[in-house]
T-cell receptor
Framework: AQSVTQLGSHVSVSEGALVLLRCNYSSSVPPYLFWYVQYPNQGLQLLLKYTSAATLVKGINGFEAEFKKSETSFHLTKPSAHMSDAAEYFCAVSGLGGGNKLTFGTGTQLKVEL | EAQVTQNPRYLITVTGKKLTVTCSQNMNHEYMSWYRQDPGLGLRQIYYSMNVEVTDKGDVPEGYKVSRKEKRNFPLILESPSPNQTSLYFC?????????????FGPGTRLTVL
């Protein structure tokens, strides 16, 4: 079975500050992990994904995430937040069953303040 | 433009009145899936399809039906909607069933059942 835990349903940062969104996973098979972003009234857009090629994964819009097997984590970071980063972020793990479905975390709403 | 489209985007209906939400993709993807998104619960898979005429239940299939008669279309049917099906629905598609394949999401359909 697979599951994802996102700590912090709401995170608030100042513009220009570091963004850190936490994701921990549980998987009975080697995990493949994804981060998606959802802007207001839009669908989910892929930010980045880990497919075992490299533990540090760079994505769009300056985001990156590091896979740490020992900590079962895949935290999302961005060095300097921008107002346009305000959105909801979902971590997901691709697992067995459901046609190798994605199992999502409950999401983290990121607020960026001036 | 490669995309997943859903219609309608917004729908208000009454208990028991049958409705269909359409989903179409133009990427020749084999795998399609429906999710519902509820606050604090993330996205949960309703049904999925690995190819034409091949569909199966996800995590929360009760009260829903699907069909896959053509590769590009995957409609979601609520034969007798109830208020607990008020939710935000997303259709997604993926080129195949590999765990590393990226899922592409439609813009969402916000359904309210009175």
């Amino acid at each position: 079975a697979q599951s994802v835990t996102q700590l912090g349903s709401h995170v608030s940062v100042s513009e220009g500050a570091l963004v850190l969104l936490r994701c921990n996973y549980s998987s009975s098979v080697p995990p493949y992990l994804f981060w998606y972003v959802q802007y207001p009234n839009q669908g989910l857009q892929l930010l980045l994904k880990y497919t075992s090629a490299a533990t540090l994964v760079k994505g769009i819009n300056g985001f990156e995430a590091e896979f740490k097997k020992s900590e079962t984590s895949f935290h999302l970071t961005k060095p300097s937040a921008h107002m346009s980063d305000a959105a909801e972020y979902f971590c997901a793990v691709s697992g067995l069953g459901g046609g190798n479905k994605l199992t999502f975390g409950t999401g983290t709403q990121l607020k960026v303040e001036l | 433009e490669a995309q997943v489209t859903q219609n309608p985007r917004y729908l208000i209906t009454v208990t028991g009145k049958k409705l269909t939400v359409t989903c179409s993709q133009n990427m020749n993807h084999e795998y399609m899936s429906w999710y519902r998104q509820d606050p604090g619960l993330g996205l949960r898979q309703i049904y999925y399809s690995m190819n034409v005429e091949v569909t199966d239940k996800g995590d929360v299939p009760e009260g829903y039906k699907v069909s896959r008669k053509e590769k590009r279309n995957f409609p979601l049917i609520l034969e007798s909607p109830s208020p607990n099906q008020t939710s935000l629905y997303f259709c997604a598609s993926r080129v195949g069933t590999r765990r590393t394949d990226t899922q592409y999401f439609g813009p969402g359909t916000r359904l309210t059942v009175l």
